[in-house]
């Protein structure tokens, strides 16, 4: 015979307060006293008191949720990342909160204080999440993992593409081919990835030829603006290759070149950064720097995993503090030899 679930005035009869009282204990709010607090759940626990998801979750202390705060949600990037995540997440029996910061300080700090309480851990991927930015907004006892952070939180597991090294090797292969005036186009200003990759860039080139950087912020925009801006100049002024900080920056330029009459790769190279889906679609394909987006965002959830597992069981082995994901070079038809 079953028997008839507690009701929130069986809690608080047992409990010997109010139902206010007893909805202010599961809610979290402040107004409770933290004895009364702690006797409220264990009684609600007792009783197996849940009326919905949310008091469970207060009661168990377990939301069987993880968040992931991403600079931005748009662009095939993010959106192969968010695959990976939510994949992984979902193998384990988890459910995925996701927040944007729209690349902006502030909005991350608020998205990561609205998280607390919602889920057990969080994947942080945010240009802002240095040591000094994450001891003041990530909740205190909250299991978090790092994707490509421009400093290490302390003892946090962390991911990092080498975006340094895709770089230099994409430049090396560009002057390889016989390119000497290469420009790159950057993403936004302050951007680790995009102050790697503009690093990787300039160790790349060969001897005696000049740096020559356009300001981009890794959007389709700023890469037709650029590659439109280009198209004005004289051919013996023009680079010979464009190396873009990003695919989607590069599909930009494409189309840009395209629309003005200049030939990709006889009259200028193309190279990006990310090797997103659609890079291989376009015409010509387009030689980038692979990155493996959605084993990234599965090998953090699984580090996450790992790390909630080691609150129950100190035993669990965690991933080192950095691991550096390597890159790999694909070559297409935007950057054929240059002829002689």
């Known amino acids: 015979m079953s028997a008839t679930p507690a009701t929130i005035k069986d809690v608080a009869r047992a409990a010997g307060v109010s139902v206010a009282t007893v909805s202010r204990a599961l809610n979290g709010a402040e107004n409770v006293l933290p004895h009364t607090r702690q006797r409220i759940l264990d009684i609600a626990r007792d009783l197996r008191y849940a009326p919905s998801g949310a008091a469970r979750s207060l009661i168990t202390r377990k939301t069987d949720t993880v968040g992931a705060l991403l600079p931005d949600l748009h662009?095939?990037?993010?959106s192969e990342l968010i695959r990976g995540i939510d994949q992984a997440a979902r193998a384990r029996g988890l459910h995925l909160l996701l927040s944007s910061s729209h690349d902006d300080a502030l909005e991350a700090a608020a998205a990561l204080r609205a998280?607390?309480?919602?889920?057990?851990g969080l994947i942080v991927m945010s240009p802002h999440a240095d040591d000094d930015f994450l001891s003041q907004n990530l909740p205190p006892n909250l299991p978090a993992v790092l994707l490509n952070p421009g400093a290490m939180g302390p003892g946090l597991p962390a991911f990092s593409v080498d975006n340094f090294g895709g770089a230099r090797a994409m430049t090396a292969h560009l002057v390889k081919q016989g390119y000497r005036r290469i420009a790159f186009l950057g993403g936004p200003p302050g951007n680790f990835e995009a102050r790697e990759r503009q690093r990787g860039y300039q160790a790349g080139l060969g001897a005696g030829q000049a740096?020559?950087?356009y300001a981009g912020d890794f959007t389709e925009q700023s890469g037709y603006t650029t590659g439109a801006a280009l198209a004005t100049l004289a051919p013996a002024?023009?680079?010979d290759a464009l190396f873009c900080a990003n695919d989607m920056m590069a599909v930009g330029a494409l189309q840009a070149l395209g629309n003005a009459g200049v030939r990709v790769p006889a009259d200028l190279a193309l190279a990006g950064f990310d090797d997103i889906p659609l890079a291989r679609y376009i015409r010509p394909a387009l030689s980038t720097v692979r990155i493996p987006i959605a084993a990234?965002?599965?090998q953090a959830l699984d580090a996450?995993?790992?790390a909630l597992g080691s609150l129950h069981d100190p035993a669990s082995h965690l991933p080192s503090a950095a691991t550096l994901i390597p890159v790999e070079l694909i070559v297409r038809e935007s950057c054929t030899p240059r002829p002689p």
């Open 75 to 78: 662009g095939e990037f993010f």
């Open 115 to 120: 998280m607390n309480g919602r889920v057990d």
């Open 211 to 213: 740096p020559r950087v």
């Open 237 to 239: 002024e023009r680079p």
């Open 296 to 298: 990234m965002g599965t």
């Open 304 to 306: 996450l995993a790992l």
